[in-house]
Every structure is written in structure tokens, then in C-alpha cells.
T-cell receptor
């Protein structure tokens, strides 16, 4: 497989369920991202991981819990979600230009997981 | 008001027409992305630019940093160009946080 893959592609869950979204990048990148795309709203950044360390949490509720066990894999654990959390969740990866952060890196996106919370 | 505004929000055209999508932003940026999102959700990065103009096939992207404005042009449009086109900016050198426009839904009819 190449690029950025996400599983599952579609997920329907109840408000009391616990589920996880998985993202895997095959590009050798060292940064990974979770984005949320709700209907009729712009994409919103949720979390950023650099070298497996979380470096940005964009005021995301604690019912969303990210995990980055290595630089190729990123998970988003979901529990006690609300119907308004129904959205397309997109993962992306990029290659950071060193610890100085110089340069601006292109992000490569996965196909997304379409989540419906009943 | 969003930091990144796109116009138009929806655009329908006939095959072969020249297409222009505009993006204006209100913050200082180090770079701007044009992204394409097809039905089903997958996003593809088309261009990243910080000055001037870039061309790839029938797609052309321009940016004017002084005016805080970018345009995406499609020449000889084709039904397969139908997608949502999204403008996104990065506010600082080495920054990672993309701020997105709301997208422009383009439909090209045969």
C-alpha cells in the first residue's frame, strides 16, 4: 500500500459505544494529523503529532483520545460521542524539516472515515 | 468572518470552460495550499505556493502576498474536474496548523 490509509472507511456507532479509528502512513513521514470535517463547515485541525509526541490539541473534547504508538500509525479512540460528532475524520502526514521547523511541509491526506453517531 | 474566504461557494460550468476559484485570507501566511476533495472524502494536495505562480497540467495557481489573495484556474475544464476545491493557509514559517476555507463545489457538465 502507498500513501495514507484509514480504516474503517465508514463507521456507525451509538453514543455509549467505544470505537477506534486507525491511520497508517507509508511515506516515511514524521508528523501526523487528525482533522474533522463537519457538514457545511471548513476542515478543522484536531491533533498534531511530531515524532510520536503530541504537539497540538486544538481544544478537542476528551471523548476524543488520540494515540501515536510510532511515527507510522495514528489512532483516534472514541467514547461516549454525541450525534454532533458525526463527521468525516481525516488523517494526514507530512515530513518535518528538522527540529528547527524550517520550511513548510506538504500534508498528504488519507481517504477519511465517515462517522455517524446515533 | 473566517480567516480564509473562498468564492464562489458553488460553481457550475460547461465542459471546456475556463474556471477561476478565488481565495482571500486575513492573516499573514508562509504558504497556501490548494486541495481537491472528491465525493467520498479523499483529499489531494494540488499546489503549495508562497509566491508567484505554479502550473500543473491544466491547473494554474497564483498568489499575491500583498493583496492576500490566491486564485486557482482550470483550463479546458472536464467533468472529471468536478470536486470541492479547498484553499488552506499556513500562518507561520515551519508551522503545521492549516486554516481552511469552506471550499468551492465545482460541477462541470458534459
Amino acid at each position: 500500500e502507498t500513501g495514507v490509509t484509514q480504516t474503517p472507511r465508514h463507521l456507525v456507532m451509538g453514543m455509549t459505544n467505544k470505537k477506534s479509528l486507525k491511520c497508517e502512513q507509508h511515506l516515511g513521514h514524521n508528523a501526523m494529523y487528525w482533522y474533522k470535517q463537519s457538514a457545511k463547515k471548513p476542515l478543522e485541525l484536531m491533533f498534531v503529532y511530531n515524532f510520536k509526541e503530541q504537539t497540538e490539541n486544538n481544544s478537542v473534547p476528551s471523548r476524543f483520545s488520540p494515540e501515536c504508538p510510532n511515527s507510522s500509525h495514528l489512532f483516534l479512540h472514541l467514547h461516549t460521542l454525541q450525534p454532533e460528532d458525526s463527521a468525516l475524520y481525516l488523517c494526514a502526514s507530512s515530513q518535518r524539516s528538522g527540529t528547527s521547523g524550517r520550511g513548510t511541509d506538504t500534508q498528504y491526506f488519507g481517504p477519511g472515515t465517515r462517522l455517524t453517531v446515533l | 468572518k473566517n480567516e480564509v474566504e473562498q468564492s464562489p461557494q458553488n460553481l457550475t460550468a460547461q465542459e471546456g470552460e475556463f474556471i477561476t476559484i478565488n481565495c482571500s485570507y486575513s492573516v499573514g501566511i508562509s504558504a497556501l495550499h490548494w486541495l481537491q476533495q472528491h465525493p467520498g472524502g479523499g483529499i489531494v494536495s494540488l499546489f503549495m505556493l508562497s509566491s508567484g505562480k505554479k502550473k500543473h497540467g491544466r491547473l494554474i495557481a497564483t498568489i499575491n502576498i500583498q493583496e492576500k489573495h490566491s486564485s486557482l484556474h482550470i483550463t479546458a475544464s472536464h467533468p472529471r474536474d468536478s470536486a470541492v476545491y479547498i484553499c488552506a493557509v499556513i500562518s507561520g514559517e515551519g508551522a503545521q496548523k492549516l486554516v481552511f476555507g469552506q471550499g468551492t463545489r465545482l460541477t462541470i457538465n458534459p
